[in-house]
């Protein structure tokens, strides 16, 4: 027992023998610096989330010309309240953004300001002015786009007169007076000359070959080239059984020599220029009769001729 007691004091002996001694601390100068080395790379500075605002983005927002309203919208979504630098202020103000828009970076809850209208200058008193003279201002009216004439497309080229008859026109021949019949002879010399001797032409047969049952007629005229619409007259002509008369001139009488036609033969009517030498004629109430649209100056006295015109009776 007592050697096995031996045995284990030598073991423990042994084994303190062999571990080996902790290491000791180097001591640093006082004089000497401690140099920490840094880690190589540098940490980044933080960044914004990427939906914040920033005030560079509320600068090209307003550089961009965004309205004042737009913008403030989008400071107040983003919420944050900034705290600007004077550099920051600059900035924005040179960029064009209006005190609201800074005002709500720095504190999104703030209420816009309204900016108020620019007065208006001062009137002043002004002297009294002389009325100036103003020309009349002249109002033109434009005129009404004429109708198209269809019944003025059938006219032939050739000069002459046509009536109106329904959708058709009928063709009226140019006739020629025959020569004068001399009137009142006997009652010139039975009133020693007071009653004066009347020159007639006539056409022969009682009455006209186109007959017209309208009162009011309508008619076509393409003049000859020698005549204006103002040398062509409608005329009433006295019927007799074998011929019809118009009183051309009167002469030897009280009252003296009188030449050209009677105004109580002579009818109105009205004339519409359609195109050069083409006129279209509508006339007044006519009563039934023969009547004449005669030729002023068509008379050659040394043919014996009286005048030419066109002739119808109205039914």
């Known amino acids: 027992m007592k050697r ?7 073991f423990f002996a042994l084994s303190y023998c062999q571990t080996p001694a902790p290491a000791q601390k180097k001591s640093v100068p006082a004089n000497k610096k401690v140099v920490i080395s840094q880690p190589q790379a540098q940490q980044a500075k933080p960044q914004p989330p990427a939906n914040e605002l920033t005030v560079e983005q509320v600068v090209q927002l307003v550089q961009a010309g965004l309205s004042e309203d737009l913008v403030i919208a989008k400071i107040r979504k983003n919420g ?8 920051q202020l600059l900035q924005l103000k040179k960029s064009g953004a209006s005190d609201n828009i800074i005002r709500l970076l720095m504190d999104p809850q703030a209420q816009p300001v309204a900016v108020p209208a620019p007065a208006a200058p001062a009137a002043t008193a002004q002297p ?47 006739k020629t007076m025959a020569s004068a019949k001399v009137a009142g002879r006997l009652g010139h010399h039975l009133t020693l000359g007071i009653k004066s001797i009347k020159t007639n032409a006539y056409l022969i047969g009682p009455s006209a070959k186109t007959r017209v049952k309208d009162t009011t007629p309508v008619f076509y005229v393409r003049l000859p080239e020698s005549y204006s619409i103002d040398e062509l007259v409608l005329v009433s002509l006295y019927a007799k059984p074998d011929r019809r008369e118009l009183e051309v001139s009167a ?65």
């Open 128 to 174: 009294p002015a002389t009325k100036a003279v103003t020309t009349p201002r002249i109002t033109v009216v434009p005129e009404q786009p004429k109708k198209q004439d269809t019944a003025a497309s059938l006219v032939p080229e050739q000069a002459g007169l046509y009536y109106l008859n329904g959708p058709e026109l009928i063709k009226i021949d140019l």
């Open 4 to 10: 096995l007691f031996l045995l284990v004091i030598s």
């Open 80 to 87: 944050k309240a900034f705290n600007l630098s004077t550099e």
């Open 251 to 315: 002469q030897k009488g009280a009252v003296g020599a009188k030449q050209g036609l009677r105004m109580e033969v002579i009818k109105p009517f009205e004339t519409q220029e359609l195109s050069p030498r083409l006129y279209k004629i509508a006339t007044s109430i006519i009563g039934k009769g023969e009547y004449l649209f005669y030729l002023v100056g068509s008379a050659d006295s040394i043919k014996g001729i009286q005048g030419k015109g066109y002739d119808f009776g109205v039914e």
